[in-house]
């Protein structure tokens, strides 16, 4: 099994829409969670954290379950801009990985006009 | 005034062969990454320093040796290149502490080997 896993779409949505993303993790000691995005051909970059309560920014909200191992992103009212590949990131358990980012595949969306 | 930048932006290069990534950062992070990005878009760490030290070294073959001269300068320098080492190379940096896993991500180094 994966460490992290993430369905890859890809996604299509119209502008307006709302659209979850979900990801699960395999290791119940991981401590830390994260979605970052990246654009086509372009770096990642950090969205959000995710904390045990849930948390938004604008128009995101990310929730993590940590009994069902499940952290999910949702995005309202999507812009064109929101066309990305979006990464859901583990942080292991131990201080031997410390700074290690573990990453999903990805998941792709495309909003359309 | 970029924030963290790599050379060159693209690698075309015989098997065989070996070459080098260069990776500086302005931010005054105190640590720096590499990650591998494969043709399925996995992310992967390969190797990070804190402060010049070595301190997430993953499995990665001995053909690859990352090299820190200072904090914020981070090289990778790959022997013996195979089909296998094309991909995207990204190089990254943070600040240990609170904000260790938010990194900022260089542009990419795009390594073709034929």
């Known amino acids: 099994r994966k460490e992290v896993e993430q369905d890859p779409g890809p996604f299509n949505v119209p502008e307006g829409a709302t659209v979850a993303f979900n990801c699960t993790y395999s290791?119940?000691?991981?401590?830390?969670f994260f979605w970052y995005r990246q654009d086509c051909r372009k770096e990642p970059k950090l969205l959000m954290s995710?904390?045990?309560s849930g948390n938004e920014d604008g128009r995101f909200t990310a929730q993590l379950n940590r009994a069902s191992q499940y952290i999910s992103l949702l995005i309202r009212d999507s812009k064109l801009s929101d066309s990305a590949t979006y990464l859901c990131?583990?942080?292991?358990?131990?201080?031997?990985?410390?700074?290690?980012?573990?990453f999903g595949q990805g998941t792709i969306l495309t909003v359309h006009p | 005034d970029t924030a963290v930048s790599q050379t060159p932006k693209y690698l075309v290069t015989q098997m065989g062969n070996d070459k080098s990534i260069k990776c500086e950062q302005n931010?005054?992070?105190?640590?720096m990454y590499w990650y591998k990005q494969d043709s399925k878009k996995f992310l992967k760490i390969m190797f990070s320093?804190?402060?010049?030290?070595?301190?997430i070294n993953e499995t990665v073959p001995n053909r690859f040796s990352p090299k820190s001269p200072d904090k914020a300068h981070l090289n990778l320098h790959i022997n013996s290149l195979e089909l296998g080492d094309s991909a995207v190379y990204f190089c990254?940096?943070?600040?240990?502490?609170?904000?260790?896993?938010?990194?900022?991500f260089g542009p990419g180094t795009r390594l073709t080997v034929t």
């Open positions: 990254a940096s943070s600040l240990r502490g609170s904000g260790v896993y938010e990194q900022y």
């Open positions: 290791n119940s000691a991981s401590q830390s």
């Open positions: 995710v904390y045990s």
């Open positions: 990131v583990v942080v292991p358990a131990g201080g031997t990985s410390y700074g290690k980012l573990t």
């Open positions: 931010l005054g992070h105190d640590t």
């Open positions: 320093y804190n402060n010049k030290e070595l301190i």
